[in-house]
């Protein structure tokens, strides 16, 4: 068994932890904060079988891929008090996961 340890935008866990749970893989959800940029992330702690990992790291790329977004167009009524000007384009997404052999596992 691994432990994977996830650190992923908050944009993105709604959806990861639909589609985590849908195919049975059990998460804990921490929240946590970038060091770099201050900013709130989530971090999950799953516990996966060794045969069920590749599934489990196919889940995390497809739903937080790195992908280019951009801030709310001129003249919108959206996204006002942001730090960006209107138009920008930002890359969202993406997750740093950590791996880590499991000695033992025991649920009491
Ligand atoms: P990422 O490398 O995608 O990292 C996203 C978040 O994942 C990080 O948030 C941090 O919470 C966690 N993380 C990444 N690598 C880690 C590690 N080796 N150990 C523990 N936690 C880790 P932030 O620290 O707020 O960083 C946000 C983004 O800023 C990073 O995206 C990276 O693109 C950039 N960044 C981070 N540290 C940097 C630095 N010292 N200099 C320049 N850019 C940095």
Redesign the pocket.
């Known amino acids: 068994m691994r432990l994977l340890i996830t650190?992923v935008q908050d944009a993105d866990v709604q959806r990861l932890l639909e589609v985590l749970t849908d195919n049975r893989f059990s998460v804990t959800r921490l929240a946590?904060?970038?060091?770099?940029?201050?900013?709130g992330?989530t971090t999950l702690l799953m516990g996966v079988e060794d045969e069920r990992l590749e599934k489990a790291l196919e889940i995390i790329r497809e739903t937080c891929e790195k992908r280019e977004k951009t801030t709310a167009p001129q003249g919108s009524p959206f996204g006002r008090g942001g730090m960006l000007p209107r138009g920008t384009k930002v890359v969202v997404g993406?997750?740093?996961v950590?791996m880590v052999d499991v000695e033992r596992f025991e649920k009491i």
């Open positions: 650190i946590s904060t970038g060091g770099f940029l201050r900013q992330n993406g997750a740093t950590f």
